[in-house]
């Protein structure tokens, strides 16, 4: 990635972050869409989208996006989190704990994991 096109990234993840943590989802979701199209194949994004999309109460299709975000990087601890925790809102207990586990396994010192 370019340097121009790294501070492109940067700054429009920033804007699409302050919009998700003033709970502007649809305008978040909108702008991350957007950066998508920009860079795809990014499991940060994915990610992110996921968490857009679970924030809304659409957790059968933020669980697509953080399974794709763990396809795109299977060391990505958070995103295996992630598929946990949506799992448990979907009452799929049995499933999320594999995931908890992998999140742990990935990043020993992940502490939300421990306590789920």
């Known amino acids: 990635m370019s340097n121009s096109l ?3 990234y ?5 804007v699409i972050l302050d919009l998700f943590y003033q709970k502007k989802f649809i305008d978040s979701e909108d702008k ?11 499991s940060v994004l994915e990610n992110i ?20 975000a763990i396809k795109l990087n299977p060391s990505f601890a958070e995103a295996n989190y ?7 809102k979907l009452s799929r207990d049995s499933e999320a ?3 908890f586990k992998k999140s742990i396994d ?11």
């Open 49 to 68: 989208y996921g968490a857009i999309l679970s924030s809304q109460g659409k957790y059968e299709e933020a669980l697509e996006k953080f399974i794709k």
């Open 10 to 14: 940067k700054s429009d993840l920033q």
């Open 106 to 116: 990935l990043k020993g010192d992940y502490f939300d994991a421990y306590f789920n």
């Open 6 to 8: 790294n501070e492109e």
């Open 97 to 99: 704990v594999d995931y």
């Open 32 to 42: 991350l869409k957007n950066l998508i199209i920009k860079f795809s194949n990014d």
């Open 82 to 88: 992630n598929v946990a925790t949506t799992l448990l």
